[in-house]
């Protein structure tokens, strides 16, 4: 079974600036969720979606948005990028039962 | 608000030996998780506690649950260079709406010494 796969893996974008990342659940995974990593403020939850709803949201601004697909697919966009907006951006799929998280690569931003 | 303390944040261990990661959190929970994660890349799940007085064995990794204690440990046995990593505990809480989201600790950066 292939695992979650997040495009892009890096970028680097300036100041306010636009971004859209991407993430592919595990086949037949449902709840889609996304977590910003930096050495400062460590794993920080953002937002979870399951069905195409937003079920959760982590105290980030309204610069980080997300949606989900009709296939389990899932994006997030940060709008008009900060220098602090640097971070590991950790995509991660559950099947719901356990709660366990399978987390992608992650897609490393650089903001400029 | 639900935190997750881990300690200590860093360890140093000599190959062979043995020591334990702890794991507290501040709220009512009974789903803990433990993840690796090895430097620039991403969290690999180890273990799933779902219930109190759990306990999870993998290799010489062995993890424990003490709900009513809000206390998980992470016992290393006899260490190994390949164990070196950065291991994080995460405690599920239910939220409003039925979503669970993760709350993190900061993670316990391994180093294992030859």
């Known amino acids: 079974k292939a695992g979650v796969t997040q495009t892009p893996r890096y970028l680097i974008k300036t100041r306010g600036q636009q971004v859209t990342l991407s993430c592919s659940p595990i086949s037949g995974h449902r709840s889609v969720s996304w977590y910003q990593q930096t050495p400062g403020q460590g794993l920080q939850f953002l937002f979870e979606y399951f069905s195409e709803t937003q079920r959760n949201k982590g105290n980030f601004p309204g610069r980080f948005s997300g949606r989900q697909f009709s296939n389990s697919r899932s994006e997030m966009n940060v709008s008009t990028l900060e220098l602090g907006d640097s971070a590991l951006y950790l995509c991660?799929?559950?099947?719901?039962?356990?709660?366990?998280?399978?987390f992608g690569e992650g897609s490393r931003l650089t903001v400029l | 608000e639900l935190k997750v303390e881990q300690n200590p944040l860093f360890l140093s261990m000599q190959e062979g030996k043995n020591y334990t990661i702890y794991c507290n959190y501040s709220t009512t929970s009974d789903r803990l998780y433990w993840y690796r994660q090895d430097p620039g890349k991403s969290l690999e799940s180890l273990f799933v506690l779902l219930s109190n007085g759990a306990v999870k064995q993998e290799g010489r990794l062995m993890a424990s649950l003490d709900t009513k204690a809000r206390l998980s440990t992470l016992h290393i046995t006899a260490a190994v260079h390949d164990l070196s990593a950065t291991y994080f505990c995460?405690?599920?809480?239910?939220?409003?709406?039925?979503?669970?989201?993760?709350?993190f600790g900061k993670g316990t950066k391994l180093t294992v010494n030859p």
């Open positions: 995460a405690v599920d809480t239910l939220t409003q709406g039925g979503s669970e989201k993760l709350v």
């Open positions: 991660a799929s559950s099947e719901g039962s356990t709660g366990e998280l399978f």
